[in-house]
């Protein structure tokens, strides 16, 4: 009867007790709020690492040379971020921290244009659709998203990194809180 006894306890102060004991062993460094996005990320094709990635960059200055109308060229830097976003998140899931974590400052670099293009188009006379305004809303969240991922998957090593990245990205939300 003690055993039991005993036995129960043993189990219910275990059960109270490891939980709190898992929470304050663990590192933490970075605390990012999850929330599901619902912002779907293009699929993102060669990854960085590929013998012909090359030619899918050469491909993108291509466009983003060629193209002259600003709303156009926002909506292709908004495409071309996504797709970095995607390929970050491929990467990290295959094990390549470092080429995920460079991926993801292209795109938050690239994202970070967006806004002083539509800038530059409102002072000009022109206008950008309304909507053109909400899929960069949505994009900066899912980045986010992405970004927190990434972190959660990454060494302590990039952490200086990572911070930067969502120093870049607060940098971009709130730009577009003033369009």
Do not use: C, W
């Not at 304050?24 to 599901?36: G, L, V």
């Not at 390929?87 to 002083?116: Q, T, Y």
């Amino acid at each position: 009867m003690k055993r039991v006894i005993i036995s129960l306890i043993i189990i219910i102060l275990s059960i109270l007790f490891l939980p709190g004991f898992n929470s304050i062993t663990r590192s933490q460094s970075i605390d990012i709020e999850k929330k599901e996005v619902l912002y779907q990320l293009p699929f993102p094709g060669i990854l960085p690492g590929h013998p012909l990635y090359f030619l899918k960059s050469l491909r993108d200055q291509i466009l983003i040379f060629t193209t002259r109308d600003k709303a156009k060229k926002a909506n292709l830097y908004l495409r071309l971020s996504d797709r970095h976003m995607s390929a970050a998140e491929a990467l990290v899931n295959d094990g390549k921290e470092l080429l995920a974590v460079s991926e993801l400052n292209r795109a938050e670099e690239m994202f970070l244009e967006i806004p002083d293009m539509l800038k530059d188009l409102k002072s000009q006379g022109g206008d950008y659709p309304e909507e053109l305004v909400l899929d960069l809303n949505q994009s900066n969240l899912k980045h986010r998203e992405v970004i927190a991922n990434v972190l959660e998957k990454s060494s302590q090593g990039e952490i200086s990194a990572m911070e930067n990245l969502i120093k870049l990205n607060n940098d971009a939300k709130k730009q577009l809180e003033k369009l």
